[in-house]
C-alpha cells in the first residue's frame, strides 16, 4: 500500500515570495489534515479536510496561509506571502473515517520550508 | 481544551537502559492514546495505541497502559537500544471535537553504546 505523498521535501524561499505544498493521501482516506512542526516542537494543526469540507481550519493564518482540496483526494497548502517565522516542517497526513476514533494517522515525509 | 502533557526532554540513556517517557492527557469524553516516533529526516510513525481505559498498547518492545484514574499513558521499554534514538510523540484523538488530534512537544531520545 502506497503512504502518503508530499513534494517537494524541501525548498527554500526569500520573505514574502510564495510557495506551494502538495500532497496525495492514502487511497481510500477521506481525512487529510495539514500539520505545521517547527523545530523542537510538535505537530500543530492548520487544517482538516472530510472529503473535500474543510472541517477545521481555525489555526489556520488565513491572510497568508490557504488549502484546498478541490476533488476529496490530493490537497494543496498555498503560503502567500511567506514570512521567516513559517520556516517549518509541513506535514500532510491522513486517516481512515470508518472506525469511530480509533484510526490512526499516516504521515507523509513532510516538506521542509526554510524563509530567509 | 483537550491536550496533552509530554516529559521534556532530551533523554540520553546507555543502551539496554529502561526507558520512561511520562505523559499525561486532559479531555472531554474518552480519547483514543497514541504514541508516534520521528526518526531523524522522516515523518512520524505510529509506534502503538490504545483506544479505552486499562488497554494496553505495544510494539518493538515499547509498552504504555491507558490510565484513565490518573490521565496517563507513559511509554517504558525494558532495554534500549541505539537504534532507538528518535523523538517520540504523545498524542490523543478527541471524539468530542470531530476526531482531531492533539499532540504534545516531543522527547529526544539518544541512546549511546
Known amino acids: 500500500e502506497a503512504g502518503v505523498a508530499q513534494s517537494p521535501r524541501y525548498k527554500i524561499i526569500e520573505k514574502r515570495q510564495s510557495v506551494a505544498f502538495w500532497c496525495n493521501p492514502i487511497?481510500?482516506?477521506?481525512?487529510l489534515y495539514w500539520y505545521q512542526q517547527i523545530l523542537g516542537q510538535g505537530p500543530k494543526l492548520l487544517i482538516q479536510f472530510q472529503n473535500n469540507g474543510v472541517v477545521d481550519d481555525s489555526q489556520l493564518p488565513k491572510d497568508r496561509f490557504s488549502a484546498e482540496r478541490l476533488k476529496g483526494v490530493d490537497s494543496t497548502l498555498k503560503i502567500q506571502p511567506a514570512k521567516l517565522e513559517d520556516s517549518a516542517v509541513y506535514l500532510c497526513a491522513s486517516s481512515y473515517s470508518g472506525g469511530g476514533n480509533t484510526g490512526e494517522l499516516f504521515f507523509g515525509e513532510g516538506s521542509r520550508l526554510t524563509v530567509l | 481544551g483537550d491536550s496533552v502533557t509530554q516529559m521534556e526532554g532530551p533523554v540520553t540513556l546507555s543502551e539496554e537502559a529502561f526507558l520512561t517517557i511520562n505523559c499525561t492527557y486532559t479531555?472531554?469524553?474518552?480519547?483514543?492514546l497514541f504514541w508516534y516516533v520521528q526518526y531523524p529526516g522522516e515523518g512520524l510513525q505510529l509506534l502503538l495505541k490504545?483506544?479505552?481505559?486499562?488497554d494496553k498498547g505495544s510494539n518493538k518492545g515499547f509498552e504504555a497502559t491507558y490510565r484513565k484514574e490518573t490521565t496517563s499513558f507513559h511509554l517504558e521499554k525494558g532495554s534500549v537500544q541505539v537504534s532507538d534514538s528518535a523523538v517520540y510523540f504523545c498524542a490523543l484523538k478527541a471524539r468530542s471535537t470531530g476526531n482531531q488530534f492533539y499532540f504534545g512537544t516531543g522527547t529526544s531520545l539518544t541512546v549511546i553504546p
Open positions: 487511497s481510500g482516506h477521506a481525512t
Open positions: 479531555a472531554t469524553g474518552y480519547p483514543s
Open positions: 490504545a483506544t479505552k481505559a486499562d
